[in-house]
């Protein structure tokens, strides 16, 4: 058994790529200062740069 679902779809698929401390560092303080998660912080990162690209 595992985390509980947050809300929406369960996420399943993974992603790995690498960051150099300073980009790891700038994900950590802004998650944080947003109260969010890295990963929804990157998610959200994402879409929102995908709709400035429509």
Do not use: S, W, Y
């Given at each position: 058994?595992?985390r509980?679902?947050?809300?929406g779809?369960?996420?399943?698929?993974r992603?790995?790529?690498r960051?150099?401390?300073?980009?790891?560092?700038?994900?950590n303080?802004?998650?944080?200062?947003?109260?969010?998660?890295?990963?929804?912080?990157?998610?959200?990162?994402?879409e929102?740069?995908?709709?400035?690209?429509r």
């Amino acid at each position: 058994m595992g985390r509980p679902i947050k809300a929406g779809e369960k996420r399943e698929k993974r992603i790995e790529f690498r960051l150099t401390q300073k980009e790891l560092d700038m994900i950590n303080k802004t998650a944080e200062k947003a109260d969010m998660t890295r990963v929804d912080l990157v998610v959200k990162a994402v879409e929102e740069f995908a709709d400035r690209l429509r």
